[in-house]
């Protein structure tokens, strides 16, 4: 099974500022993706991470409030852009590995004040 | 109607005591089944995976599948209070690259000592 770390934690961040989080894998995975977690909702794909190209972003989400990097196959960063308190949230990093099984870091929980 | 569907609880059992989690879905093109489970403040962790109609068992967890009537389940059995968690249902088309995995709210489950 891959484990994935993701850094920081938490954060608490001022309106309009920015916060990159970042996500590491301990083996190399086919797919990395990076969701968003409210409360009460389900797990929500913000988009696809491709190495070494642009990030496939679902419907609703863009690159300029949500850039992704990843630069290899095992890292990848998620910036959260000109934040406002609607983007307080878990993030979540998810990896999938040959098996095709898809595994979760531990998140990311974001308060924007 | 939403993709799928499944009761956020909270669901309150006595120890040892037999639990029944369950979500509904629209997509009848749906091949794959899984379900999570996410302790506070950690993320999604895969529990169970099954393709397609039938039952699946691991220790006291058994995962089954209904496809006619579009409806998975959960059993535990002999519950303890350390199966306290949000239960995550998540399903998908196929495993290819553009076969999204669609999550559940989940269900807060609270196993009483």
């Known amino acids: 099974s891959a484990v994935i770390s993701q850094k920081p934690s938490r954060d608490i961040c001022q309106r309009g500022t920015s916060l990159t989080i970042q996500c590491q894998v301990d083996s190399q995975v086919t797919m990395m993706f990076w969701y968003r977690q409210q409360p009460g909702q389900s797990l929500t794909l913000i988009a696809t991470?491709?190495?070494?190209?642009?990030?496939?972003?679902e419907s609703g989400f863009v690159i300029d409030k949500f850039p992704i990097s990843r630069p290899n196959l095992t890292f990848s960063t998620l910036t959260v852009s000109n934040m406002s308190p609607e983007d307080s949230s878990i993030y979540l990093c998810s990896g999938v590995g040959a098996t095709d099984t898809q595994y979760f870091g531990p998140g990311t929980r974001l308060t924007v004040l | 109607q939403k993709e799928v569907e499944q009761d956020p609880g909270p669901l309150s059992v006595p120890e040892g005591a037999i639990v029944s989690l369950n979500c509904t879905y629209s997509?009848?093109?749906?091949?794959?089944f899984m379900w999570y489970r996410q302790y506070s403040r950690k993320g999604p962790e895969l529990l169970m995976y099954?393709?397609?109609?039938g039952n699946k068992e691991d220790g006291r967890f058994t995962a089954q599948v209904d496809k006619s009537s579009k409806y998975i389940s959960l059993f535990i059995r002999d519950s303890q209070p350390s199966d306290s968690a949000t239960y995550l249902c998540?399903?998908?088309?196929?495993?290819?690259?553009?076969?999204?995995?669609?999550f559940g709210k989940g269900t807060r489950l609270h196993i009483l000592p």
């Open positions: 997509n009848s093109a749906f091949q794959y």
């Open positions: 998540a399903m998908s088309r196929g495993v290819d690259r553009d076969d999204k995995i669609i």
């Open positions: 991470a491709n190495q070494g190209s642009e990030a496939t972003y």
């Open positions: 099954t393709y397609s109609s």
